[in-house]
C-alpha cells in the first residue's frame, strides 16, 4: 500500500446533498446493489470497447464479470468487476462529482422540489447513484486500478464531512467496492444484505438480464456433511430483446411471458422491435391471449417494465404505454436514461413520448394483422381487449383512424358474427351517407326498439353497441371513410329521402302534417314536463311511438353514467315521435278534434309517453302514477 494519504474535506452544500441522498432521495435501499452492479457493468463494457481499439491494451477480457462477496465476519459486501478501472484522477473526477461545482445548485433545486421521486431523478441528473451504498454502508472502501496503467488507488469515506484517497500497488485490473454494513434494522428498511437468498433477491429483481455474469460463493453441505464451497451464476443474462428474433424461440417467447406476466397461457401476439438513432432503444411487447381478471379494477397496474441498458428501472412504467393499452404485457430497454429517472421525468420527457408513439402504433398495428390474416382469431381476442381498446378514443385522438380500422360490433347483418366499420361500409345501401348504430344494455332491447322499426322494413344495416364506452366514443368521432355516425334514435330520419321531386310522396306528407295540426301543440303542452316536442316520426312502422334525441343532446344513459360517477348533469329534455299510422294515435286525434277539454285525453297521452320510455329500456319518471293511469284505462274498457 502507498505511504500517502490525501484527505479532502467536502463542502457544507455536499455534506447537505449527501444525508438527502442517504436519508430520503431512495424509498427502497435495496436498489444500492443495482447501482454498484450497473456501474460495474459500465465498467466491463468500456474495457470490452478499449481493448478493440486499442490492441496493445495490457488487459484480459476472456473472463469479464462481476463478483460478490458477503463476509458476515467483517459484516462487509463486495461488489468487484475486472473492468477499466480508474486512475487516482478518474477517482476525483468520477466519484467525486458530488463535490464539484454546481452542487448548491442541485440542493437549492431539491429543496423546492416537495415531491421525493422528482427529486431522486435530479440526483440520477448528477451522476451520483455510487452514493446509495451509504443508505446501507457506514463506510465504503473503494480500490481500484486501470487497465494499461501499473498504479492502483483506493477512495474511502463515512459519507459524511471527508474522503480520503492514496496509491495503492499491487492490485488487479478492475474496481471492488466494499461496503461496510449497518446493523440490520426492519423498521428502517435495512434487510440483512449478507443473506445469501437476500442479495440473490435483489439481483434476480434488477439486475437479471445483465449481459456479464454476476457470481458468488456459496457454501453447499452434502449428504455426507462435507462442506464444499462452489460458486453459481446469479443472473440469467437472457435478455432476450436484445438478441435478433431469428434467434429466440417461440418457446423462450413463451416462457419470458409467462415469467413477466403470471399468466399460464402462451401469448396471442409477440412483438419484437429495436430503434436506433438519437435515441436507442429495445422493446418485446405481448398481447395476452385472455383479458386478465383485473383489467377494469381501479387498482390494476399498467404499463410495461422499464429498463436502462439492462438494468430494472420500474415495473409499471406508465409513461411507455397508454391506459387503454393495459392489457399489454413487456419490456422496454432504452440506451439514454438516467438509472434514477423518476416517474414524473418519463411523463415530460419528449423522447419517451415519442417512443410511446411508436409503441402504441406497433400494438394496433399488430392487431390489424391479426385482424386481416385471422378473422376468427382476431374476433377472440375483440371479445377479450374490445371494451378496453375503445377507450383509445378518448384519450388518443392521434391513433383514432388506427382504432376505428379495429372496431367490431354487433349489427343488424348477422346475429351470430360482429362486423367491422369497413365491411358495414361495403353493405352500404346505394345513396347511404351516413353508418347507422343504436346503443343499449344488450341486444335484445336494441333490435326491439321502436327506432328499428324502419330501417328493419327497408333493410338498412345499424350497428349494435351495447358497451358503456359506446355512448361515449361513437360522440367522439366525427366519420369513418368519409361516412358520419349517425345514432337512429337521435335527430330526424327521412330513409325515403327528400320529397321535392316526388308530387306524390310531398302531397302525402302535407296531408298527415295537416291532420295533427292541432293535436302535436296540444300535445307539446301537456307533456311540457317531460319532452320539448313532439312531432310525427318517418322512422316506425308498427309502434305507436318513440322517444328520440335532438342530434346534439346527451342520452339516457350517459346522463345515468355521469350520475353514477358523481357528476351533476342538466335532465335532458328529449323529442316524442309519434307514428300517425297507428290505431292509437288516429284514435287519439280524432277524440281531440271531438272534445280537446276531455281530461282523459292528458291521461293517455301520458300512457303513450311511459309507453314510449318502456319501449326503449328506460325509466319511467313515476311508475306508480303510470300503472294507475293504464290499470284504470284498462278497467274502463272491460
Not at 459500465?42 to 460478490?68: F, P, Q, V, Y
Not at 390474416?373 to 381487449?385: I, T
Not at 380500422?405 to 358474427?417: C, G, K, Q, Y
Not at 322517444?547 to 346522463?559: F, K, R, S, Y
Request: glycine share 8%; charged share 30%; aromatic share 6%.
Amino acid at each position: 500500500m502507498g505511504s500517502t494519504v490525501e484527505t479532502l474535506e467536502f463542502q457544507a452544500e455536499t455534506r447537505q446533498l449527501l444525508r438527502l441522498v442517504i436519508h430520503s432521495i431512495y424509498s427502497n435501499k435495496d436498489i444500492f446493489l443495482r447501482e454498484l452492479i450497473s456501474n460495474a457493468s459500465d465498467a466491463l463494457d468500456k474495457l470490452r470497447l478499449e481493448s478493440l481499439i486499442d490492441s496493445g491494451l495490457d488487459a484480459d477480457t476472456s473472463d469479464l464479470h462481476i463478483a460478490l462477496e458477503a463476509d458476515p465476519d467483517a459484516r462487509t459486501l463486495t461488489v468487484r468487476d475486472n473492468g477499466i478501472g480508474m486512475t487516482r484522477d478518474d477517482l476525483v473526477e468520477l466519484i467525486g462529482t458530488i463535490a464539484k461545482s454546481g452542487t448548491a445548485g442541485l440542493l437549492e433545486k431539491i429543496k423546492e422540489t416537495e415531491d421525493a421521486a422528482a427529486a431522486q431523478s435530479l440526483i440520477g441528473q448528477f451522476g451520483v447513484g455510487f452514493y446509495s451504498a451509504f443508505m446501507v454502508a457506514d463506510r465504503v472502501v473503494l480500490r481500484t486500478r486501470r487497465a494499461g496503467t501499473e498504479a492502483g488507488a483506493q477512495w474511502e469515506s463515512d459519507g459524511e464531512g471527508t474522503y480520503a484517497i492514496q496509491a495503492v500497488d499491487g492490485l488487479p485490473v478492475g474496481t471492488s467496492v466494499t461496503l461496510h454494513l449497518k446493523p440490520v434494522d426492519g423498521e428502517d428498511g435495512l434487510a440483512d444484505y449478507l443473506a445469501e437468498w437476500k442479495i440473490r433477491q435483489i439481483v434476480k429483481q434488477y439486475s437479471d438480464f445483465i449481459r456479464w455474469p454476476i457470481r458468488m460463493a456459496s457454501e453447499r453441505t452434502d449428504a455426507e456433511g462435507a462442506t464444499t464451497r462452489e460458486v453459481d451464476t446469479l443472473n440469467s443474462m437472457k435478455a432476450l430483446w436484445a438478441r435478433p428474433r431469428s434467434e429466440v424461440t417461440e418457446a423462450e417467447y413463451t416462457e419470458f411471458y409467462q415469467q413477466i406476466s403470471h399468466d399460464w397461457l402462451a401469448p396471442a401476439e409477440t412483438i419484437h422491435m429495436r430503434a436506433e438513432g438519437t435515441f436507442e432503444y429495445e422493446a418485446l411487447l405481448f398481447i395476452p391471449a385472455q383479458a386478465p381478471f383485473d383489467l377494469f379494477s381501479r387498482d390494476t397496474k399498467r404499463g410495461v417494465q422499464l429498463y436502462v441498458k439492462r438494468v430494472f428501472i420500474m415495473d409499471d412504467c406508465e409513461a411507455l404505454m397508454p391506459d387503454y393499452l393495459r392489457f399489454v404485457k413487456g419490456v422496454v430497454d432504452a440506451h439514454d436514461l438516467s438509472l434514477n429517472i423518476s416517474r414524473e421525468i418519463l411523463q415530460q420527457d419528449r423522447q419517451i413520448r415519442g417512443v410511446r408513439r411508436r409503441l402504441v402504433k406497433k400494438v394496433l398495428g399488430a392487431l390489424k394483422d391479426v385482424q386481416a390474416k385471422d378473422a376468427e382469431r382476431y374476433a377472440g381476442l375483440w371479445e377479450q381487449f374490445g371494451r378496453v381498446l375503445k377507450e383509445g378514443f378518448l384519450e388518443d385522438a392521434d391513433s383514432t383512424e388506427a382504432l376505428l380500422e379495429l372496431v367490431s360490433a354487433a349489427s343488424t347483418h348477422d346475429a351470430e358474427r360482429t362486423t367491422t366499420l369497413r365491411e358495414y361500409v361495403g353493405r352500404m345501401k346505394e345513396g347511404q351517407e351516413a353508418i347507422y348504430y343504436l346503443t343499449g344494455e344488450d341486444r335484445g332491447t336494441v333490435e326491439n326498439s321502436p327506432h328499428m322499426e324502419a330501417f328493419a322494413a327497408k333493410g338498412y344495416e345499424v350497428l349494435i353497441l351495447t358497451d358503456p364506452v359506446d355512448e361515449v366514443w361513437v360522440e367522439r368521432v366525427p366519420a369513418f371513410d368519409g361516412h358520419r355516425l349517425q345514432s337512429i334514435a337521435k335527430g330526424q330520419v327521412d330513409l325515403d329521402g327528400p320529397v321535392d321531386g316526388d308530387e306524390e310522396a310531398g302531397a302525402e306528407k302535407a296531408r298527415r302534417e295537416q291532420e295533427f295540426a292541432a293535436l302535436l301543440p296540444w300535445l307539446t303542452g301537456a307533456l311540457s314536463a317531460q319532452v320539448k316536442e313532439v312531432r310525427l316520426s318517418s322512422r316506425l312502422t308498427t309502434s305507436a311511438a318513440c322517444i328520440v334525441g335532438d342530434a346534439q343532446d346527451m342520452t339516457p344513459t350517459l346522463e345515468k353514467m355521469y350520475r353514477a360517477m358523481g357528476q351533476q348533469v342538466p335532465p335532458v329534455k328529449r323529442v316524442l315521435e309519434l307514428n300517425p299510422a297507428h290505431p292509437l294515435i288516429t284514435a287519439l286525434r280524432t277524440a281531440h278534434e271531438a272534445n280537446p277539454a276531455d281530461p282523459a285525453l292528458a291521461e293517455i297521452a301520458e300512457l303513450v309517453h311511459g309507453g314510449a320510455l318502456l319501449a326503449e329500456g328506460g325509466d319511467l319518471p313515476d311508475p306508480a302514477r303510470f300503472t294507475r293511469l293504464l290499470t284504470d284505462r284498462l278497467a274502463r274498457g272491460l
